[in-house]
């Protein structure tokens, strides 16, 4: 028996969602896309759009038949979010042309540009780490 919550299946049931006016960019993310779902993994899911997060929300739980999704804005999404979506994501829907290309641009770019902030943050922590002798 086929997962009702396949990666294409999950594009089907969101198509009522992608001729909506500023869609620009629908991502399956996580275990779904990376084929390692169990039956009870949530499906995430990434949005460029101008919807309201809360309907948009309501409108994946209703047309995916399960309440166990998360509804992520790829526009606001930190730099390693994003660039896991760039890794691992799988764009279900473009609204623009390269979209996806755009955004896993601009993800890389973040990325890359967030780079010293992460390691400076991890030294802080192993440098408390071992103040307090743990």
């Known amino acids: 028996m086929t997962d009702p919550l396949d990666p294409d299946s999950i594009r089907e049931r969101l198509r009522p969602l992608f001729d909506r006016p500023g869609m620009r960019l629908v991502v399956l993310f996580g275990s779904r896309a990376k084929g390692t779902a169990r039956p009870s993994s949530d499906v995430d899911l990434g949005f460029i759009s101008n919807e309201d997060w809360l309907d948009l929300t309501n409108e994946c739980v209703r047309l995916l038949r399960t ?68």
Not at 72 to 95: I, K, N
């Open 67 to 134: 309440d166990r999704v998360d509804v992520v804005d790829l526009a606001r999404a930190s730099p390693l979010l994003a660039m896991a979506v760039t890794r691992y994501g799988r764009p279900l829907h473009e609204g623009e042309p390269a979209a996806w290309a755009s955004f896993s641009s601009l993800s890389l770019r973040r990325y890359c540009d967030t780079a010293k902030l992460r390691r400076l943050r991890e030294k802080g922590i192993r440098d408390y780490i071992r103040s307090k002798g743990l």
